[in-house]
């Protein structure tokens, strides 16, 4: 027995001096392959991508594994673009598989980016600073062999994925930075950009989880669930790569969105949004053709109305929200012009003007639509004071809408607060249209009553028609009642 236990213990020395040689072995076959190699190294990943790519320093270190380190990566941009990096990292660590080490091959099984900063661009003509990635040369690579291809990114993530499976993905506190001259605002940056990827395949689907802070300085975004696959009938098709994934994002303010576009071209300039709002949804269908599902609770939630003119007397006003949002959205991001088609259904919404002679909103239920090319109200019922309301098919740009108004029993105390409680009107029914300008309106109203007491006036039988629409070049609005029946 002692014997065997003296060959064991002789055996698991052996085994562990075979490993420690073998380990040294490799790290150091590797720091001299990594050695010599370096320029070529370099020069290889400079012609594939098309840009000047610098490190400050690659090395082999052992961890749990075996781990190359590349330091202070730095990719250059398109000089058409920027002198600044495309890319820059101040580390990007790649685990590798250790037997193929021993044949002086290098098989990746994770890789990490530590602090990675991206710079996205995108010109007036709609051109991407990616769109030259792999086919354009700077005046340092011009002996470098140029690269072919229509598809150029398309190229490149072939050529270094089509047959790497990543077991592990991740990005730790990155940045993106984006900016689209085509949209005439600022620019987005997204911080603290962490990513969590397994299974990284392009052949195969694989999963992953994002968090980042979006128009904050607190990580407001979680992404989660699986995408994949990205080669079709063995080529890239990025485009159809599906989506299965699940999000939640907030706090996030509306008035930081809107100063991504050019100044009213979402929502108008007189409409403010400070609040934040908190939402979860999925993300369905392909990079392409995508779905997107929304919902979100709104417990009063603001919106200020500023008038454009500084005049005297114009204060802003606030509007107080209550209710749930549901969005569903199609969107085409790849298409030369982005475009989407964007339904919100609202339920159980009440509105309240703030300091306004103005009547509370509630039981509103509706649909509004969006498009790039405009606004517009499904038909929507809702309660104000004692009367049901609806409107007609609103649109907002040019302003068109048809609505009513009906009450069996209304005081006009609970339309207009400073009436009188004492007057009344039975049987009401005011019904219009609104057209012209959101900011210069153009109103036709009837108004039609069986009997009230107004003005201290009794009536019956009551039938007005009105008209109001802006004087040009007055400060005065002009407003016509003709009296039918009264």
């Not at 969590?196 to 980042?212: I, L, N, R, Y």
Request: some cysteine; charged content about 20%.
């Amino acid at each position: 027995m002692r014997r065997v236990l003296l060959i064991g213990g002789l055996a698991a020395g052996v085994g562990i001096l075979i490993a420690v040689a073998i380990t040294a072995y490799a790290v150091n076959n590797l720091n001299a392959i990594i050695a010599y190699n370096q320029q070529r190294i370099l020069h290889r990943v400079s012609w594939e991508l098309g840009r000047k790519v610098d490190v400050g320093k690659i090395q082999a270190r052992l961890r749990l594994r075996l781990a190359i380190h590349v330091a202070d990566v730095k990719v250059a941009d398109d000089p058409a673009f920027s002198d600044e990096s495309f890319l820059s990292t101040a580390e990007i660590a790649l685990d590798v598989q250790f037997i193929p080490l021993l044949r002086g091959k290098v098989k990746v099984q994770s890789l990490e980016l530590a602090q990675p900063h991206f710079r996205i661009l995108r010109n007036a003509d709609r051109k991407l600073n990616l769109d030259s990635l792999g086919v354009h040369l700077s005046g340092d690579l011009q002996g470098l062999k140029p690269v072919k291809g229509a598809s150029a990114i398309g190229g490149i993530v072939w050529s270094v994925a089509r047959d790497l499976t990543i077991e592990a993905l991740g990005i730790e506190d990155g940045t993106v930075y984006y900016s689209d001259a085509t949209l005439r605002g600022a620019p987005l940056q997204i911080n603290h950009l962490d990513v969590d990827m397994t299974g990284f395949h392009t052949g195969s689907q694989f999963a992953g989880e994002v968090k980042a802070a979006v128009l904050s300085d607190q990580p407001n975004l979680e992404v989660s669930g699986k995408m994949g696959l990205m080669l079709r009938d063995g080529a890239l098709d990025l485009p159809s790569c599906p989506l299965d994934l699940q999000f939640r994002s907030g706090p996030i303010v509306v008035d930081g969105v809107r100063k991504l576009l050019a100044s009213g071209a979402l929502i108008p300039v007189e409409l403010s949004m400070p609040d934040p709002v908190t939402m979860a949804g999925t993300v369905k269908g392909t990079v392409q053709n995508v779905a997107v599902k929304v919902n979100s609770e709104l417990p009063a939630y603001r919106i200020f109305y500023r008038p454009a003119t500084n005049q005297p007397g114009n204060v802003p006003r606030a509007l107080d929200l209550n209710g749930a949002i549901a969005i569903y959205a199609v969107a085409h991001p790849l298409d030369a012009r982005p475009n989407f088609d964007l339904t919100a259904a609202l339920t159980q919404f009440s509105a309240r003007f703030e300091s306004a002679q103005l009547p509370a909103i509630t039981n509103l239920n509706g649909q509004i639509h969006m498009t790039p090319h405009g606004l517009d109200v499904e038909p929507t019922r809702f309660t104000i004071g004692s009367g049901q309301a609806s409107l007609e098919a609103i649109s907002l740009r040019p302003l068109r809408a048809e609505f009513t108004f009906e009450a069996d029993s209304l005081q006009l105390s609970e339309i207009v607060p400073r009436r009188p409680p004492s007057e009344f009107v039975r049987s009401l029914i005011v019904s219009g249209k609104l057209s012209g300008e959101l900011s210069a309106p153009r109103v036709m109203a009837r108004i039609k009553s069986a009997a009230g007491f107004v003005q201290n006036a009794a009536f019956t039988n009551l039938n007005l028609t009105g008209r109001y629409a802006p004087t040009t070049g007055s400060s005065r609005n002009h407003c016509r009642w003709t009296r039918s029946t009264a």
